[in-house]
Nanobody, 126 residues
């Protein structure tokens, strides 16, 4: 069992930046791929970014490419999502998710992940 805790959300003006963190409870987190998802009110949860167990592979939804960067520090059992040039349409609850995987091919569907955090709110004002 892996417990995930997100932090770093908040209120920011359009064009600003935030860095989200996803901290895991277990050292075996370094054998897990991690994804970030977001869910806006009235909408389905959508994929944002993912990173392989060793950080060698990353993948982003088109709408955040060039603005968001996913990274990880396995020594700290933590994955980050650096969000720059934020837009009002980025407003959502952001969730991190994990699945044990040694593959470099990353999963983009919510069904592909076994463990989820409680989410952190990101609000971007115009």
């Amino acid at each position: 069992q892996v417990q995930l805790v997100e932090s770093g959300g908040g209120l920011v003006q359009a064009g600003g930046s935030l860095r989200l963190s996803c901290a895991a409870s277990r050292r075996t987190f370094n054998s897990h791929a991690v994804g970030w998802f977001r869910q806006a009110p009235g909408q389905e949860r959508e994929f944002v970014a993912a990173i392989s167990w060793n950080g060698a592979s990353t993948h982003y939804v088109d709408s955040v490419k060039g603005r968001f960067t996913i990274s990880r520090e396995n020594a700290k059992n933590t994955v980050y999502l650096q969000m720059n040039s934020l837009k009002p349409e980025d407003t959502a609850i952001y969730y991190c998710a994990a699945v044990k995987s040694s593959m470099l091919q990353l999963r983009v569907g919510v069904e592909g992940y076994d463990y989820w955090g409680q989410g952190t709110q990101v609000t971007v004002s115009s």
